[in-house]
């Protein structure tokens, strides 16, 4: 049960409090598929008008199912999952200012990513629970084959791959529009587990990012690409391409055929 639930001012109401007691209950169901969550936040918001910060509680690792007392009448839940870093609930004092919310992928994790999730609420409805469900806005790019079609034996030695022009920041409620105002390049490299010759291999190695549905790349706001750098011979070659618009939570199958150190293709 949520019974730090505090008012908009961000003082925890102390227990005795008759308000306290009077506030109506409804259940807060979390659908989150297998993700972990280390931690929630739940704020709650009029549901109509100014749709100010009624009240905002915080749990770590819940369950399914989450018990909230409803300050009064009809709210809007805003569910914030995983966050690496204290929420700042002053800031926050109209549902337009969550909106805003951003997070940084530098404080993401593949593990257990930031989630978000909202929905209506109201104590003693005729169901008297709600569903919200939580979805990340971690992006995967999977590295599921590469093949190799070159003749003379030559191999692909060494292969590693790695993702450039990473959005660096998305904001946390968002659906879609998602244009990056920063990127990222110093991404980590996956190194392939062996060198890619006559057989197909299939490395199945998933690549985190955030989400960039920008159409097509331009001055300023390029789009996330995917780079295989190998060896051909004691050359250093790359393979590079742009990925295709991805909203939140996608995921993207990334295919790789060589043919020669100077052509190749992606398929997505």
Same mark, same amino acid.
């Given at each position: 049960m949520?019974?730090d639930?505090q008012d908009?001012?961000?003082? %925890?109401e102390p %227990?005795?409090?008759?308000?306290? &007691?009077? /506030?109506d209950?409804?259940?807060l !169901?979390l659908?989150?598929g297998?993700t972990?969550?280390?931690?929630i !936040?739940?704020l709650?918001?009029?549901?109509?008008?100014?749709?100010?910060?009624e @009240?905002?509680?915080?749990?770590?690792k819940?369950? &399914?199912?989450? =018990?909230l007392?409803? #300050?009064?009448?009809?709210?809007?839940?805003?569910?914030? @999952?995983?966050?690496? /870093?204290k929420?700042?609930?002053?800031?926050?004092?109209?549902y337009?200012?969550v909106?805003?919310?951003?997070?940084d *992928?530098?404080?993401?994790?593949a593990?257990?990513?930031?989630?978000s999730?909202?929905? =209506?609420? &109201?104590?003693?409805s005729?169901?008297?629970y709600a569903?919200?469900n939580?979805?990340p806005l971690?992006?995967?790019?999977r590295?599921? @084959?590469?093949? $190799?079609?070159m003749?003379g !034996?030559?191999?692909?030695?060494? #292969?590693?791959?790695?993702?450039?022009?990473?959005?660096?920041?998305?904001?946390?409620?968002?659906?879609?529009? *998602?244009?990056?105002i =920063?990127?990222?390049q110093?991404?980590?490299? !996956?190194?392939? #587990?062996?060198d890619?010759?006559?057989?197909?291999?299939?490395?199945?190695?998933?690549?985190?990012?955030y989400? $960039?549905?920008?159409?097509?790349?331009?001055l300023?706001?390029? /789009?996330?690409?995917?780079?295989?750098?190998?060896?051909?011979?004691?050359?250093?070659?790359? *393979?590079s391409s742009?990925?295709?618009?991805m &909203?939140?939570?996608?995921?993207i199958?990334?295919n790789?055929t060589?043919?020669?150190?100077?052509?190749?293709?992606?398929? *997505?």
């Amino acid at each position: 049960m949520l019974d730090d639930l505090q008012d908009r001012s961000g003082t %925890q109401e102390p %227990q005795q409090e008759p308000q306290q &007691e009077r /506030r109506d209950s409804t259940v807060l !169901y979390l659908s989150v598929g297998e993700t972990d969550i280390d931690n929630i !936040y739940v704020l709650l918001y009029e549901a109509d008008g100014v749709r100010e910060l009624e @009240a905002v509680a915080r749990e770590e690792k819940p369950g &399914e199912v989450l =018990e909230l007392r409803i #300050p009064s009448g009809r709210m809007r839940a805003v569910a914030i @999952a995983n966050l690496r /870093r204290k929420l700042n609930t002053g800031a926050l004092l109209k549902y337009e200012s969550v909106e805003l919310l951003s997070v940084d *992928f530098a404080d993401d994790s593949a593990q257990t990513p930031v989630m978000s999730g909202e929905c =209506e609420v &109201e104590a003693l409805s005729d169901t008297a629970y709600a569903e919200v469900n939580l979805t990340p806005l971690m992006c995967r790019v999977r590295l599921g @084959a590469v093949t $190799n079609n070159m003749d003379g !034996y030559r191999r692909l030695e060494d #292969p590693r791959v790695w993702l450039t022009d990473i959005n660096a920041s998305a904001e946390v409620m968002r659906t879609s529009g *998602f244009r990056p105002i =920063e990127t990222l390049q110093d991404t980590t490299v !996956y190194n392939l #587990p062996c060198d890619v010759g006559f057989y197909t291999q299939y490395p199945m190695i998933d690549l985190p990012c955030y989400p $960039n549905d920008t159409p097509e790349s331009t001055l300023g706001v390029p /789009r996330t690409g995917i780079t295989l750098e190998c060896e051909i011979k004691g050359q250093t070659v790359r *393979f590079s391409s742009d990925l295709p618009p991805m &909203e939140r939570a996608a995921v993207i199958s990334a295919n790789l055929t060589v043919d020669s150190a100077e052509e190749y293709y992606w398929e *997505f």
